[in-house]
């Protein structure tokens, strides 16, 4: 049994009293050492902080924005089924997308708008965001390569959603968490999620203790022996 009732009690603890690293320090602990993505990924603003469950979305390269001659009937969509994903988005879930190149904007300012009102956690796209001004204002948690205004219009769809992706080698699945800020995003697989974040919550708890003793003038190698914590 979780120390915390439902998702929203775990991420407000994760928000008040957790890091991203110390998350990450506890899964290598628990034998998940491949689960940060790629470091390119940072905070529109360094102070954004992202943790809800993964809506993963599958991005795919196209060459025109509306195909005329296709065997495929998504093709003649403009941005594919995007908007369907974005309409899907629940409350603390992250908007999570990759399979498409870097060459235009996967994130801007009116899907944030949306997001916010479906009252969920924040976006990580593996490529580029754009309208920064807007999502600065707006104060919505993004995370990507940076800013870069080129539309994805006539350059890439979306072709799938809440299904498994892949970004680095790492697969995300519907219901993993998703806990970033500016030193990094982590995946936490759903199947471990209890052990990782009461581990962190005891880490972080045993890391006072720590901070305290340095300051009161102990040595790193007594305070490492004493608590197990460095």
């Known amino acids: 049994m979780a120390v915390w009732k439902d998702d929203k009690e775990l991420f407000k603890i994760a928000k008040n009293e957790l890091f991203v690293a110390l998350v990450g320090d506890?899964?290598?602990?628990?034998?998940?050492?491949?689960?940060?993505?790629?470091?390119?990924?940072?905070?529109?603003?360094?102070?954004?902080?992202?943790?809800?469950?993964?809506?993963?979305?599958?991005?795919?390269?196209?060459?025109?924005?509306?195909?005329e001659n296709t065997n495929n009937p998504l093709m003649k969509k403009p941005f594919g089924i995007m908007f369907e994903a974005l309409d899907s988005l629940k409350e603390d879930e992250v908007y999570i997308c990759s399979g498409s190149s870097p060459?235009?904007?996967?994130?801007?300012?009116?899907?944030?708008?949306?997001?916010?009102?479906?009252?969920?956690?924040?976006?990580?796209?593996?490529?580029?965001?754009?309208?920064?001004?807007?999502i600065l204002d707006l104060k919505f948690p993004t995370f990507s390569f940076?800013?870069?205004?080129?539309?994805?219009?006539?350059?890439?769809?979306?072709?799938?959603?809440?299904?498994?992706?892949?970004?680095?080698?790492i697969r995300i699945n519907p219901g993993d968490i998703i806990f970033g800020d500016r030193d990094g995003v982590l995946v936490v697989p759903q199947e471990v999620v209890i052990e990782a974040f009461e581990g962190a919550i005891e880490k972080s708890r045993g890391e006072q203790l720590v901070k305290k003793a340095l300051e009161e003038g102990m040595s790193t190698v007594d305070a490492f022996n004493k608590f197990g914590i460095m």
Do not use: C
């Open 146 to 169: 940076g800013g870069y205004a080129q539309d994805q219009g006539p350059r890439g769809k979306v072709i799938d959603y809440r299904v498994p992706i892949e970004i680095d080698g």
């Open 26 to 67: 506890v899964l290598d602990k628990l034998g998940y050492q491949h689960q940060f993505l790629s470091p390119k990924l940072k905070p529109v603003s360094n102070d954004f902080v992202v943790i809800g469950r993964a809506m993963p979305v599958l991005e795919a390269d196209v060459f025109e924005e509306a195909a």
């Open 103 to 134: 060459r235009y904007a996967l994130w801007g300012g009116l899907m944030s708008t949306r997001a916010i009102k479906l009252g969920a956690a924040g976006a990580i796209v593996n490529g580029y965001s754009r309208d920064t001004n807007e």
